[in-house]
Nanobody, 124 residues
Framework: QVQLVESGGGLVQAGGSLRLSCAAS????????MGWFRQAPGKEREFVIA????????YYTDSVKGRFTISRDNAKNTVYLQMNSLKPEDTAVYYC?????????????????WGQGTQVTVSS
């Protein structure tokens, strides 16, 4: 079992930055790939960014390339999402997920565990 807790969300002006954290319980965190998804009001949850179990590979959706960065600290059981140059369209609830059997990294069903989400609001 892995429990995930996101933090770091909030209200920021367009062009600003936020860093989200996702803290995981359990001693097997380092064996899980980690991903961030987001869900805006009235929309389906969508893939944002992901990182392999050892941090060697990262995956991005096109809309965040060059603005968002994912990293992980396996010693701290934590994955981070650094978001720069935020836009109003980045407003959403951001969820982190953990998965072990990965193929594309971008599909929700690949992730076994999910956090409760953290709200990010970007004002124009």
């Amino acid at each position: 079992q892995v429990q995930l807790v996101e933090s770091g969300g909030g209200l920021v002006q367009a062009g600003g930055s936020l860093r989200l954290s996702c803290a995981a319980s359990g001693r097997t965190f380092s064996s899980y790939a980690m991903g961030w998804f987001r869900q805006a009001p009235g929309k389906e949850r969508e893939f944002v960014i992901a990182i392999s179990w050892n941090g060697g590979r990262t995956y991005y959706t096109d809309s965040v390339k060059g603005r968002f960065t994912i990293s992980r600290d396996n010693a701290k059981n934590t994955v981070y999402l650094q978001m720069n140059s935020l836009k109003p369209e980045d407003t959403a609830v951001y969820y982190c997920g953990a998965g072990r059997t990965m193929r594309s990294y971008v599909m929700e069903y690949e992730y076994e565990y999910w956090g409760q989400g953290t709200q990010v609001t970007v004002s124009s």
